[in-house]
């Protein structure tokens, strides 16, 4: 290692130079649990993973106290909800998910409104309720179904457009 100028050094000492690991006889290999071998497997409720979804879950703690509420619901549910919605519409691009994801996710269930629509309130408020839990999976997957994926592709700004004029269009409450 290089030492500064001002630390006494002998002349006729040996100067050190790089030298590389022993080879490895075999490549490394990922064996982990959790690695896929092959494709994503695709099917029902699978979805189109993208890259580091889970940044979504950061990106929503940003949003803690900004969101608009009633008395029956919790602020994890809503980031809970949106984060799915943030989820899918990142892998339906390709991406990892940045913030307009989350605000897409949050501004499609009126979280973000002021005055959002009695009717979506109600829905919301069932809908929500304790997604935040790890078991609750399948409810938090209807939340990402209920946004359609030919919304999703659109820019944020117009989703949430849309939204102001017509909360009804961006949601599929069929699933």
Known sequence: MAAPKYVPTSPTGIVRSYHSSPRRPTPWMAGRPGELSGRQPLGEQLGDPGPDPGYALKLAASFRGQLTLHPDES???????????????????GRAPVIHDVRVGLGIWGFLDDRPADELVQLRTEWFEEVHHPHHYPQRRRIADAAPDALLVLAHEEILRRHAEDWRGCLDLSV
């Open 75 to 93: 602020e994890a549910d809503a980031l809970s909800g949106a984060t799915a919605i943030a989820m899918k519409r990142a892998g339906l691009r």
